[in-house]
């Protein structure tokens, strides 16, 4: 499960981060904001609502992992943060582990995925891209 999202984390995390570079200012206060609202409305639709874990195994489960896991890292990488926003719910519903856990093993996908974003935009910085 780890190395599913960790898999897609990276990939992801290193696409974000090569978008937030080349985006205007503008741009990406737009699609932060878009992002920030996304979440809201998720946050909110869920308070209100029990959302099914879907049950998945094998294959469709490692997919889904290795997609949200690139969804995880772009959002990361453009926000800024380190993705367990989006890493605990993922590992709960997609999952079906305990919060608890959820917390515990979402650190192993977060610093990698933090030191990839980091990575990409320290090359932009020092090539002078940005």
Same mark, same amino acid.
């Given at each position: 499960?780890?190395?599913?999202? &960790?898999?897609?984390?990276?990939?992801?995390? =290193?696409?974000?981060?090569? =978008?937030? @570079?080349? &985006?205007?200012? %503008? @741009?990406?206060?737009? +699609? &932060? %904001?878009?992002?920030?609202?996304?979440? %809201?409305? +998720?946050?909110?639709? @869920?308070?209100?609502?029990?959302?099914?874990?879907?049950?998945?195994?094998?294959?469709?489960?490692? +997919?889904?992992?290795?997609l949200a896991g690139v969804g995880i890292g772009v959002v990361a990488a453009l926000m800024g943060v380190a993705g367990g926003e989006l890493l605990i719910p993922t590992i709960v519903l997609l999952y079906g582990l305990d919060?608890?856990?959820?917390?515990?093993?979402?650190?192993?996908?977060?610093?990698?995925?933090?030191?990839?974003?980091?990575?990409?935009?320290?090359? @932009?910085?020092? +090539?002078?891209?940005?």
């Amino acid at each position: 499960m780890v190395l599913d999202l &960790l898999a897609g984390s990276l990939v992801g995390a =290193w696409l974000g981060a090569t =978008w937030a @570079t080349r &985006l205007r200012s %503008a @741009t990406l206060y737009r +699609v &932060l %904001a878009v992002l920030l609202l996304v979440i %809201a409305a +998720v946050l909110l639709a @869920t308070h209100f609502a029990t959302i099914p874990s879907p049950n998945l195994a094998g294959p469709a489960q490692i +997919v889904v992992g290795v997609l949200a896991g690139v969804g995880i890292g772009v959002v990361a990488a453009l926000m800024g943060v380190a993705g367990g926003e989006l890493l605990i719910p993922t590992i709960v519903l997609l999952y079906g582990l305990d919060i608890r856990i959820a917390g515990s093993l979402s650190l192993a996908v977060s610093l990698p995925t933090m030191l990839v974003a980091f990575a990409r935009y320290s090359r @932009t910085h020092r +090539v002078g891209l940005a």
